[in-house]
């Protein structure tokens, strides 16, 4: 997200949030202006009311949507993409604020996907993979995945 943002659709400011020395250096590198510890402080705390125009939520804890309410300017753009946190789109949103779950979007076709190749291909974004396992290791690369320590993704393919 802080990759998209800022290299790809070129955001002048890039708040975001992570935890632990490593986390929050590799957002910096990613472009984040601004990297919140939401073990020492919420993000939405330490941002200014009305100040962003987007927040990319890619967790969706409880509760997250209405936080981020008061941070997003009339006419901003809470975007939700639905995990582990029972999170939903705000009950109360601010009036001009759009709010998307792109946990309801349509995954038949392939534009979007293009448009992010297109990204990596021109190197506007660049993975960070933190370990890679063959397919047959699989069970292996979940484990890690849910283990509490990567710092990026885990990737999954074939071959050894």
Do not use: C, W
């Given at each position: ?28 590198r ?99 993979v ?31």
């Open positions: 997200g802080v990759q998209l943002a800022k290299r790809a659709f070129g955001a002048a400011h890039v708040i975001t949030a992570a935890s632990g020395e490593e986390n929050i250096a590799l957002m910096r990613l472009g984040a202006d601004v990297v919140v510890d939401y073990k020492v402080s919420d993000v939405f705390d330490a941002t200014p009311d009305d100040s962003v125009d987007i927040v990319f939520d890619n967790y969706g804890a409880k509760g997250e949507a209405d936080k981020a309410m008061r941070v997003i300017r009339p006419g901003g753009t809470y975007l939700l993409l639905p995990g582990g946190g029972g999170g939903t789109l705000s009950k109360h949103p601010k009036p001009g604020v759009t709010q998307v779950n792109f946990g309801y979007t349509n995954s038949s076709g392939h534009e979007q996907l293009d448009l992010l190749r297109g990204f990596f291909d021109d190197g506007k974004l660049a993975p960070h933190f370990a890679t396992f063959p397919l047959e290791r699989a069970a292996e690369a979940y484990a890690t995945s849910k283990s509490g320590v990567v710092v990026g993704k885990v990737a999954v393919g074939p071959g050894p």
